[in-house]
């Protein structure tokens, strides 16, 4: 039977794994490296590793002090697919099929992409045809302005006009594999998924939707699966808290009687 | 003389996570298309990620293909294939076109039906082992990755030792003597792929 998948998603910031806080504010975690690894020990099912370096927006950790785990995102990537044997789709700062072909040869399953998407549509139907769909996905970062969802982009500083329902199924239609689904207004809030629009999202695609953003207990992760009709959930800040993070979410949903894979710590 | 694996490279994107996953768990191996490696390992390992007719013609244009027969064939030299090195066993596929298969093990490749369910397939999905075989150990049951949109239509169902739903019961791992092929991604399947590959090393 066809298992759901529980992905952790690792944020680089300027060659640190960082948390993120509302978009805003970042905390440095440590080693971009050995951070996956342990990961993989605990059986994630695929990790999602995204490069948000850049931009003015306050970082909370001091760079002074972070530089001794500093590493290009290229690095980072290269000696993770060495070192994990998991899928791994890999983000930010795709431009074009070259990065994307870049990506890929530097040990990356899949891409995500997001601004790009919307700014050169016409890239991502491209980047379809030649990778495959299995290969690509879009990933839609929204929040609500004046009462109304809005998909986000550059970091979700700027607004698309589209609604994330409306974004989502064109993305579909052109033949995008997944679609990484992500409420800014939940990042970091620990208050749980937003549900109700994941629900609306997941019934309305074919194709596989991950829920990403506000994630606090295991228990989170359950009400997205027992809820909606998401292929995967996903999130960032609680896996890097708790050691043995993923088996212990895992082992919660297995035991509740979700069809996810069986816990197990790999001795690697 | 002691184990070693020639993993077959003609360009496939996944060569470099099998690499991974060998080196880890301490095989020794060599990366090549040379027919005094392929004539020297004692197991080989054909993998594969792509279209079947594009990878075809790639393993055509770069792999020794008599000599690999000659070791695979007649010599029986365990062979394993993942993914498209799985497909191309069949005698042929229809993936963009009809195209010839390497015809190790009698079957076709096809589409997978359509049962409304998202294709390619994506994800992790358990494998269960027919009694006898024993490349998942004593395990006959074990979750693999999987991404692909094409399945390995056999023959002859002794030769589909491996199955797995999706919409439809379809061969995940097929064996016809010393020659293997896995339809996932052992590479990408933590310690399933390595108790897997560790299987398949103890074939002679």
Redesign the interface.
Known sequence: ???K?LIPILLLRNGSLVQSIDFSEYLILGNPVEAVKRL?EW?A??IIYLDISGGEKFDAGRSDLGNAFKRTFREVIVDV??AT???MTVGGKIRNRTDIAER??Q?A?KVSLNTIAFDNFRMVEEAVLEF???CIVASIDYKEIDGKLRAMVDGGTRDTGLSPQSWSKRLEEIGV??ILLNCIDRDGKKNGYDIETISEISADL???VIALGGVGNWEHFREALEKTDV??VAAANIFQHTDQSVYHAKKYLFDSGLSV??P?L?S? | MGKRVCILDYGSGNVRSVANLLRFLKIDFVLSNRVEDIETASHIVLPGVGSFGSSMKKIQDRIPLEALGTEVLIKQKPFLGICVGMQVLAETGTEFGLHKGLGWIPGRVRKFADHGLPIPNIGWNTVLESSGNSLLGEHQKLDFYFVHSFVFEVNNQKHAIGTTEYGEIYASIVRRDNIVGVQFHPEKSQKAGMILISNFMNMR
């Open positions: 039977m066809k298992k998948r993989s059986a099912d695929e697919a060495d044997f998991m899928p890929l040869s040990g399953d495959g769909s299995q594999g997944e074919k194709i596989p292929d995967a894979r069986e197990m790999l690697i």
